[in-house]
């Protein structure tokens, strides 16, 4: 096996790990507020056309904490499109690609419980690079939650770099805003592409720091909030937000745009969208 294979190999176990280790925190959450158990489920779904690999879909809904939350993993390879080669770093003269990574969404049934996001990605052409990040969006104003999100995030990215979090928040501010509504997805985050140091060892050490943060924070945050009341207006405003959300995903979201360009799962593509939201 050489370098690369194994970069590849090791990058893709972590977020299988990850994917595992998030899965049954949320379950014990779904316990704490139901007092029954409820499990993921899980699809597998081979990639289609010119790619091949594919991934694990792994779905809980109707809970009493997640409406609905996916957490999906995948690998696939192959060649990139002429029109989207021209759009990827290192693949312009060599449409091959591969790519393994991670990603979350969690929509909970509670409106003063935020949805959270989360992607992690390594992703291999000529050139190589990590990406990813995460982001909270709550229905509901909660200034100490959003102080309590950041200065983790804040207190995880100064261990790797002193500037990253003022870097990779300022990339989740620009990227996760609506400019057809003028508004923010939400609370923020962070959030990076193109993540390559030169020190292989270094970047993976933070992709995988982000991951387990991700895990600690929403899983506080979403404890906190289990037993809390709320009423019809707290709904309704949640399933504007939730509207918004819709919006971004299907006209901005780079793993949208990808996903669809490398003939990834549709299903697992849509995870992301809310069982339910609603429009003015």
Request: glycine share 8%; net charge positive; with cysteine.
């Amino acid at each position: 096996m050489n370098e690369l294979d194994y970069k590849k190999k090791i990058t893709e176990r972590w977020f299988a790990d990850l994917r595992d280790q998030i899965c049954k925190e949320y379950e014990k959450i779904e316990i704490l507020k139901s007092k029954k158990v409820k499990k993921f489920s899980k699809k597998t779904w081979k990639a289609s056309g010119t790619a091949k690999g594919g991934g694990v879909m792994s779905i809980l809904k109707d809970g009493e904490v997640f409406d609905k939350v996916g957490v999906n993993v995948s690998t696939v390879y192959g060649k990139f499109s002429e029109e989207f080669k021209k759009k990827i770093p290192g693949a312009e003269k060599n449409p091959n690609f591969w790519a393994t990574g991670i990603s979350i969404v969690a929509h909970l049934k509670n409106p003063k419980i935020p949805a959270m996001h989360f992607n992690t990605r390594f992703i291999v052409t000529t050139k190589s690079w990590f990406g990813g990040g995460m982001d909270m969006t709550p229905s509901l104003d909660d200034k100490k939650q959003k102080k309590f999100f950041h200065d983790g995030l804040k207190k995880m990215c100064s261990k790797h770099h002193s500037s990253y979090y003022s870097i990779h928040k300022k990339n989740c501010d620009t990227y996760f805003y609506l400019p057809h509504r003028n508004e923010s997805r939400g609370d923020g985050g962070i959030f990076f592409d193109y993540l390559n140091n030169k020190d292989w060892n270094k970047d993976f050490y933070y992709i995988r720091d982000v991951g387990i943060t991700f895990k600690n924070l929403s899983s506080e945050i979403f404890k906190k909030k289990l037993h809390l009341k709320w009423n019809k207006k707290d709904k309704d405003i949640q399933l504007l937000k939730r509207g918004r959300y819709i919006e971004f995903n299907l006209l901005y979201d780079r793993g949208t745009k990808f996903g669809l360009n490398t003939n990834g799962n549709i299903e697992a593509i849509f995870m992301s969208l809310p069982p339910i939201a609603k429009w003015n």
